[in-house]
């Protein structure tokens, strides 16, 4: 049986700010709600593309770091250091620079030609519906189990709080159905609105619980210095499973390779991810994106603080006792907070949490379904599908790709949630060539941009299966590994990218010298730097003779 005891003050709380942001999910489709209401993806799926400075900002906090994020990177710290926590500081940083360069001509090009999905512009760009339909699979199931990964940021939160039995399935997993169903209603009814609206609350509840935990709790147990001590005294004892130390307290040589390739890959990847893409589409203008990657760093910050409440946790002796007894690393921010705190400033952390779980995860599936919507449905399916239809086909696809993640959640082991996600991010940073190359040349040739995706997907898959864990012996047991040939352990999905381009390279010459036709480009040199009074493509057309694509633009 459970012998956890509901904390019913931090419970109530949680219920209460979770009843406030779901009333406010649902009263977010009156917000800036256009003439035409949400009837088309651009009102439904990227919010009127009208979101300014500080809503998009928080709509991108609330968006790169997730539930998640604020529950495995601690954990990751309190049970094996740095190289699989620390490392997603020094990303986020490495992140804005991408955002701030590349992320503002993808907005571009996107408002010239009414791109919703990054898929559209690969699409556009080369001429493929092939090499698009790729992008789009990608990030669908991509997506999945990053969704999934957000319900287990709240399941962990209903576990601490004392919810759930280890002998009554339907008791533990009711309130996290319940979650959902609200999740999709009001995902349904509003749109991208909703998450916009409700990360305010989440990223100041979040900001609050951090801030507060990184003043108080090192006070209370000796200082950091005290901490840190702890922290370095643990993960270097010797696991008896393994034979060597539990953790890497500080990077040594040996981990160089493999904690900058982790940061480097993943910040390459996160913006490929549709969601990411999604948040950059809503904006108003260029400049908004800029704007928002010299403020972003802000959330880096944040996140640095909150890594450290994993080595936090292991000075004040946190235990992560899962339902069954196990221990779940997982759990080790929720039960830091519980175990230290005022129950009423406890609820607010975990709320915190469970919040930052619902912003993600309506985003992701509205991206998911925006892929599905555009770049399957229409470009396969119904070519003459119109706007209201689009919009209602999406709506109802976001609802299938949440039913899919609860299942995950529900149905499978949790390990193997974990092991999709790192799936994923090796396979989403395999669509980089074809997003990123085209947003600056044309040179790549579309199928070899093709075949370099499906060699990058293979590798990438074929090497996470041979990482076994040497505790469990299962297979898919990290996502690091030794370059081929070499004694360097990297992050596989950067092995698989370097091999993805250089495919994609040697074939693009191979098909020019056969002289194989490449598709048409819709897009044209001034695309790319087009701000938000610039007009779209199609008001051009109609007001101005027809020209060719590269030719010089009727309107500068």
């Known amino acids: 049986m459970n012998g956890r005891e509901i904390n019913w003050?931090?419970?109530?709380?949680?219920?209460v700010l979770f009843v406030i942001v779901a009333v406010m999910g649902f009263l977010a489709a009156r917000w800036r709600k256009s003439d035409e209401g949400l009837h088309s993806l651009d009102e439904w799926g990227l919010g009127g593309r009208g979101f300014g400075t500080w809503i998009t900002w928080f709509l991108l906090g609330g968006d790169l770091y997730t539930a998640y994020?604020?529950?495995?990177?601690?954990?990751?710290?309190?049970?094996?250091?740095?190289?699989?926590?620390?490392?997603?500081?020094?990303?986020?940083?490495v992140l804005y620079p991408i955002i701030f360069i590349i992320m503002?001509?993808?907005?571009?090009?996107?408002?010239?030609?009414?791109?919703?999905?990054?898929?559209?512009?690969?699409?556009?760009?080369?001429?493929?519906?092939?090499?698009?339909?790729a992008v789009a699979i990608t990030g669908i199931v991509a997506t999945m189990p990053y969704i999934a990964l957000q319900l287990v940021g709240i399941k962990a939160v209903l576990t601490v709080l004392g919810l759930g039995s280890s002998e009554n399935v339907l008791l533990t997993d009711l309130p996290l159905i319940l979650a959902f169903v609200v999740l999709a209603a009001y995902t349904y009814t509003s749109g991208l609105r909703a998450p916009a609206m409700i990360a305010v609350v989440k990223d100041l509840l979040i900001y609050l619980s951090v801030i507060v935990?990184?003043?108080?709790?090192?006070?209370?147990?000796?200082?950091?210095?005290?901490?840190?001590?702890?922290?370095?005294?643990?993960?270097?004892?010797?696991?008896?499973?393994?034979?060597?130390?539990?953790?890497?307290?500080?990077?040594?040589?040996?981990?160089?390779?493999?904690?900058?390739?982790?940061?480097?890959?993943?910040?390459?990847?996160?913006?490929?991810?549709?969601?990411?893409?999604?948040?950059?589409?809503?904006s108003k203008g260029r400049?908004?994106?800029?704007?928002?990657?010299?403020?972003?760093?802000?959330?880096?910050?944040?996140?640095?603080?909150?890594?450290?409440?994993?080595?936090?946790?292991?000075?004040?002796?946190?235990?992560?006792?899962?339902?069954?007894?196990?221990?779940?690393?997982?759990?080790?921010?929720?039960?830091?907070?519980?175990?230290?705190?005022?129950?009423?400033?406890?609820g607010v952390a975990l709320a915190a949490i469970a919040i930052g779980a619902?912003?993600?995860?309506?985003?992701?599936?509205?991206?998911?379904?925006?892929?599905?919507?555009?770049?399957?449905?229409?470009?396969?399916?119904?070519?003459?599908?119109?706007?209201?239809?689009?919009?209602?086909?999406?709506?109802?696809?976001?609802?299938?790709?949440?039913?899919?993640?609860?299942?995950?959640?529900?149905?499978?082991?949790?390990t193997t949630a974990i092991n999709l996600q790192l799936l994923g991010g090796i396979w989403i940073l395999q669509t980089f060539p074809a997003v990123v190359a085209g947003l600056y040349t044309r040179w790549f040739d579309r199928w070899a941009l093709l075949a370099g995706w499906a060699v990058g997907i293979a590798f990438g898959t074929v090497s996470a299966y041979n990482v076994v864990n040497p505790v469990t012996h299962a297979h898919f047991g990290g996502s690091v590994a030794l370059i081929p040939g070499t004694d360097f352990t990297v992050y596989i999905a950067v092995t698989a990218?370097?091999?993805?381009?250089i495919v994609a390279a040697v074939l693009t010459l191979v098909l020019r010298a056969l002289k194989v036709p490449a598709g048409a480009d819709k897009t044209r040199p001034s695309d790319y730097g087009?701000?938000?009074?610039?007009?779209?493509?199609?008001?051009?057309?109609r007001t101005h003779r027809f020209v060719e694509p590269g030719d010089a633009p009727p309107v500068p």
């Open 287 to 346: 400049n908004t994106i800029r704007r928002n990657a010299a403020i972003l760093p802000l959330y880096s910050l944040m996140l640095g603080f909150l890594a450290l409440l994993g080595y936090v946790a292991i000075k004040a002796g946190t235990k992560p006792t899962d339902l069954d007894g196990s221990v779940n690393p997982q759990l080790v921010v929720p039960q830091l907070f519980l175990d230290h705190f005022p129950a009423w400033f406890a």
């Open 358 to 414: 619902l912003v993600p995860a309506a985003i992701m599936s509205i991206a998911a379904a925006n892929l599905f919507t555009r770049n399957v449905y229409r470009d396969f399916i119904r070519p003459d599908v119109d706007p209201k239809t689009e919009a209602s086909v999406s709506k109802i696809v976001s609802l299938v790709v949440k039913v899919g993640a609860l299942i995950f959640v529900v149905a499978m082991d949790q």
């Open 213 to 282: 935990a990184v003043i108080y709790l090192p006070i209370k147990f000796g200082g950091w210095d005290t901490i840190f001590g702890a922290a370095e005294t643990k993960l270097g004892t010797v696991n008896q499973a393994t034979g060597k130390p539990a953790g890497v307290f500080i990077p040594g040589g040996a981990n160089y390779s493999a904690y900058w390739t982790l940061a480097l890959g993943s910040a390459l990847a996160l913006f490929m991810y549709p969601h990411s893409v999604t948040g950059v589409l809503a």
């Open 9 to 15: 003050i931090a419970l109530i709380i949680v219920i």
């Open 530 to 541: 087009a701000d938000e009074t610039d007009p779209k493509i199609a008001e051009i057309e």
């Open 497 to 501: 990218f370097a091999l993805n381009l």
């Open 104 to 133: 503002s001509r993808l907005w571009s090009v996107s408002h010239r030609h009414g791109y919703v999905t990054s898929a559209d512009f690969v699409g556009g760009r080369y001429g493929s519906r092939w090499l698009s339909l």
């Open 69 to 93: 994020t604020f529950v495995a990177v601690p954990a990751a710290m309190w049970a094996t250091g740095a190289v699989t926590g620390f490392f997603a500081v020094p990303y986020t940083i």
